[in-house]
T-cell receptor, first 112, second 111 residues
Framework: GENVEQHPSTLSVQEGDSAVIKCTYS??????FPWYKQELGKRPQLIID?????GEKKDQRIAVTLNKTAKHFSLHITETQPEDSAVYFC???????????FGTGTKLQVIP | EAGVAQSPRYKIIEKRQSVAFWCNPI?????LYWYQQILGQGPKLLIQ????????DSQLPKDRFSAERLKGVDSTLKIQPAKLEDSAVYLC?????????FGPGTRLTVT
């Protein structure tokens, strides 16, 4: 089955700096890669996603890059703000029924 | 558009008791997922339905957990008997076709 590794497990940055979270996957059939933000006590919320036919996608301060050859994808947050503090999860989905595997999460702390 | 509904939101039971969770997905979403999220960890997929058929239940502890999705809409997840290590948030999500929408979750505490 699919295996998704996520690094780092914790990340502290100063407000205004950039944050990068990396994930690797094992199943070459994976074709959809969402990123979720989960604040304490709340449900995961989709913040950005990328499909296997695209190398990069950007939405304001958030961007995701995908390297299919190396089987890794990354989340980039620029100009971080305190409200970006949360746990971020990557995931990989594959197949016609979109079987999904989550990464282990990254706790991001933005220091004002 | 209404979101994914789950009930109850909180449940406290003693070990060896039974418990059931209910999920109502977004209308028209064919795929429904149940996840277990232990504090400090990522969501772990327990079972995935496509309409009323099971796509993946490889991580479902079948000796104590069961799930069904009648008529391809609502779903229930049952634990019988519960163990202390079942304490977690149980998340339901639905999707069509790929983007998942999560419900608020049910926080289960087993004492």
């Amino acid at each position: 089955g699919e295996n998704v590794e996520q690094h780092p497990s914790t990340l502290s940055v100063q407000e205004g700096d950039s944050a990068v979270i990396k994930c690797t996957y094992s199943d070459s059939a994976s074709n959809y890669f969402p990123w979720y933000k989960q604040e304490l006590g709340k449900r995961p919320q989709l913040i950005i996603d990328i499909r296997s036919n695209v190398g990069e996608k950007k939405d304001q301060r958030i961007a995701v890059t995908l390297n299919k050859t190396a089987k890794h994808f990354s989340l980039h947050i620029t100009e971080t703000q305190p409200e970006d503090s949360a746990v971020y999860f990557c995931a990989a989905q594959s197949g016609g029924y979109q079987k999904v595997t989550f990464g282990t999460g990254t706790k991001l702390q933005v220091i004002p | 558009e209404a979101g994914v509904a789950q009930s109850p939101r909180y449940k406290i039971i003693e070990k060896r008791q039974s418990v059931a969770f209910w999920c109502n997905p977004i209308s028209g979403h064919a795929t429904l997922y149940w996840y277990q999220q232990i504090l400090g960890q990522g969501p772990k997929l327990l079972i995935q339905f496509q309409n009323n058929g099971v796509v993946d239940d490889s991580q479902l502890p079948k000796d104590r957990f069961s799930a069904e999705r009648l008529k391809g809409v609502d779903s229930t997840l049952k634990i019988q008997p519960a163990k202390l290590e079942d304490s977690a948030v149980y998340l339901c999500a639905s999707s069509y076709p790929t983007e998942q929408y999560f419900g608020p979750g049910t926080r289960l505490t087993v004492t």
